[in-house]
């Protein structure tokens, strides 16, 4: 497996940068959180959060290869379950159904950045002193950061998650990343 300075030099070779880069971050923390709550490698999970999106700025116009091309991209770095979380992380282009704690981790964990990011954006204090009731306000306001899919934050379930207790985890791991992706 890579080292995460292998991994970030990865990133940079795909030409991720500004709000991809720290989405990339955000979606580490995140996966990092999950998986020392739920007693899985949190190396492992936070490559693959760092990681997912490595095609994107090659797959933009293309959905369908997102997820795939970057798995593709990875064999040989990232075990075959990491690689399966990432085509399936975009599910709905590629066909690749979630079915493991880490592709349905991926995909709330990745989705949820969004929600947290946007939150920030909004509230005078920025990220500080967020909590859960106020992501599960936001989550009821379909215009609110429209584009982040309720659905996929809500497969925290499948994780034996609560919204709540999963907006938790989130908020405190971007919290301790705040200052290097602009929160």
């Known amino acids: ?24 971050l955000e979606t580490e923390a995140v996966m990092r959180g999950l ?4 007693g899985y490698d949190q190396d492992l999970w936070g490559l693959t959060g760092l990681l997912h999106d490595l095609d994107f700025p090659q797959t933009r116009d293309n959905p369908s290869e ?25 599910s709905e282009y590629t066909g690749v159904k979630p ?3 880490l592709d349905f981790a991926l995909r709330c964990g990745e989705t949820v950045t969004g929600l947290v990011s946007a939150n920030a954006l909004v509230r005078p ?10 992501l599960k306000k936001k989550m009821k306001d379909k215009s609110f950061a429209a584009n982040v899919s309720r659905e996929r934050i809500n497969e925290c379930q499948q994780l034996g998650l609560e919204t709540g207790e999963f907006f938790q985890i989130a908020i405190e791991t971007i919290e301790e990343i705040a200052e290097q992706v602009e929160l």
């Open 99 to 101: 079915e493991t704690p």
């Open 66 to 90: 997102h997820g795939p091309l970057g798995a593709r991209e990875l064999e040989g770095k990232l075990p075959p379950e990491a690689l399966q979380a990432i085509k399936a992380h975009n």
């Open 125 to 134: 204090q920025g990220l500080a002193g967020m909590k859960p009731k106020s």
């Open 1 to 24: 497996m890579l080292s995460r300075d292998e991994a970030l030099s990865l990133l940079d070779t795909f030409a991720h940068r500004g709000s991809q880069l720290h989405h990339a």
């Open 35 to 38: 998986a020392r709550k739920m």
